[in-house]
């Protein structure tokens, strides 16, 4: 099955800064590519997704990025503000499979520091 | 638009005693429902998953069940806690258009004494 690990577990930033959170995958199958941000005591939410058929999709200040052959995806935050701080999540999955799990990693704590 | 409810929010429970958290969805028929756990340093680990009524996928080997007696509720059981079932209980879906996004549930915090 799908495996996805996620790196760094924690990133602490200055506000105005850049933060990127990468994460890598086992399953070449897989063709779908979300970020989840989840603010403390809140349930996580879609941020920006990605399919296997584009390398880069961007949304006002955040960015993921795909590189199939490599199996890894990334994503990026521009001009970093405070409530950006959060946990985020990748994951991957396949959503031609008949029953789509969304396998995620262990999170990344985002500190944005003002 | 698909809601989740999800209950109870927060559960203290001493080791040994039963357990069951429940999740209703709205606005959806046949939805693909599942059961997350989210654990310090684990991330967000699937438990469960479900395609339809009685249908029942574990993802790893624990001390909880999970069982769907209708086609809009899914249900996370044990019949004794263990410490180690202390954790953050996530009930989503992806609703009846599978564009891939998972909508989660407000969550059920869990600590087991």
């Known amino acids: 099955g799908e495996n996805v690990e996620q790196h760094p577990s924690t990133l602490s930033v200055q506000e105005g800064d850049s933060a990127v959170i990468k994460c890598t995958y086992s399953d070449s199958a897989s063709n779908y590519f979300p970020w989840y941000k989840q603010e403390l005591g809140k349930r996580p939410q879609l941020i920006i997704d990605?399919?296997?058929?584009?390398g880069e999709k961007k949304d006002q200040r955040i960015a993921v990025t795909l590189n199939k052959t490599a199996k890894h995806f990334s994503l990026h935050i521009t001009e970093t503000q405070p409530e950006d701080s959060a946990v985020y999540f990748c994951?991957?999955?396949?959503?031609?499979?008949?029953?789509?799990?969304?396998?995620f990693g262990t999170g990344t704590r985002l500190q944005v520091f003002p | 638009s698909q809601t989740i409810h999800q209950w109870p929010a927060t559960l203290v429970q001493p080791v040994g005693s039963p357990l069951s958290l429940e999740c209703t969805v709205e606005g959806t028929s046949n939805p693909n429902l599942y059961w997350y756990r989210q654990a310090a340093g684990r991330g967000l680990q699937l438990l469960f998953y479900?395609?339809?009524?009685?249908?029942i996928s574990s993802e790893v080997p624990q001390n909880l069940s999970a069982s769907r007696p209708q086609d809009r509720q899914f249900i996370l059981s044990s019949k004794k806690l263990l410490l180690s079932d202390s954790g953050f209980y996530l009930c989503a879906t992806d609703g009846t258009v599978n564009t891939g996004e998972l909508f989660f549930g407000e969550g059920s915090r869990l600590t087991v004494l």
């Open positions: 479900s395609v339809g009524i009685g249908q």
């Open positions: 994951a991957a999955t396949g959503l031609s499979y008949n029953t789509d799990k969304l396998i």
């Open positions: 990605i399919r296997s058929n584009v």
